[in-house]
């Protein structure tokens, strides 16, 4: 489960102070990877915090994960098994991208997985700076998920191969 929670500066004639806005997701497996977590986010002006919570990942290796969304603002889904266009077993990149869209915001540094294939990550990034979109650009939560990456496949790890998935919702 991904829990965001955001927080949003009031005018100045609000006298209660900043609105905090909580959202939740679960990261469910795709591709068979036996991955699952839950993550949470907080928006407090113009930081957003995530911590995510994994279990399944490839242990030992480098695990990619992004807050993804449409260009166009849809909603930003995870796809389904029928995504596997190509009928290899693997939803690839290309093939998930319709659902769940381009990278908005790359959570790194990626976190390694430890020998049990478990990752915890936390880290606070600085909307607008050093190349982190700022909150309009980012958009609404509610419209994103978060994707993690990196699977055994054919004898190799592929970082790439998405392996877990959740879509974020508003609390």
Same mark, same amino acid.
């Given at each position: 489960?991904?829990?965001?929670? !955001?927080?949003? $500066?009031? @005018?100045?004639?609000?006298?209660?102070?900043?609105?905090?806005?909580?959202?939740?997701?679960?990261?469910?497996?795709? %591709?068979?990877? !036996?991955?699952?977590? &839950?993550?949470? =986010? @907080?928006?407090?002006?113009?930081?957003?915090?995530?911590?995510?919570?994994? &279990?399944?990942?490839?242990? @030992?290796?480098?695990?990619? /994960?992004?807050?993804? !969304?449409?260009?166009?603002?849809?909603?930003?889904?995870?796809?389904?098994?029928?995504?596997? &266009?190509?009928?290899?077993? =693997?939803?690839?990149?290309?093939?998930?991208?319709? *659902?769940?869209?381009?990278? #908005?915001?790359? #959570?790194?540094? *990626?976190?390694?997985?430890?020998? %049990?294939?478990?990752?915890? *990550?936390?880290?606070? *990034?600085? #909307?607008?700076?050093?190349?982190? #979109?700022?909150?309009?650009?980012?958009?609404?939560?509610?419209?994103?998920?978060?994707?993690?990456? !990196?699977?055994?496949?054919?004898? $190799?790890?592929?970082? &790439? =191969?998405?392996?877990?998935?959740? /879509?974020?919702?508003?609390?």
């Amino acid at each position: 489960m991904v829990v965001l929670i !955001g927080f949003a $500066s009031c @005018s100045s004639d609000d006298d209660n102070g900043p609105v905090v806005q909580n959202y939740a997701a679960t990261l469910n497996q795709l %591709n068979n990877s !036996g991955a699952s977590g &839950t993550a949470s =986010i @907080s928006v407090d002006m113009n930081t957003i915090t995530v911590k995510i919570e994994a &279990t399944g990942m490839v242990p @030992s290796k480098l695990h990619p /994960q992004h807050i993804h !969304g449409k260009d166009d603002g849809s909603n930003a889904t995870c796809p389904p098994a029928s995504a596997d &266009t190509d009928g290899d077993g =693997i939803i690839t990149i290309p093939e998930g991208a319709p *659902f769940y869209g381009a990278v #908005l915001l790359p #959570l790194e540094d *990626f976190p390694t997985a430890d020998a %049990n294939g478990k990752i915890s *990550f936390t880290k606070t *990034f600085t #909307l607008g700076e050093n190349g982190v #979109l700022t909150a309009d650009a980012l958009g609404a939560l509610e419209d994103r998920s978060i994707v993690l990456h !990196g699977l055994n496949n054919d004898g $190799s790890y592929v970082a &790439t =191969i998405p392996v877990a998935c959740g /879509q974020i919702t508003k609390i």
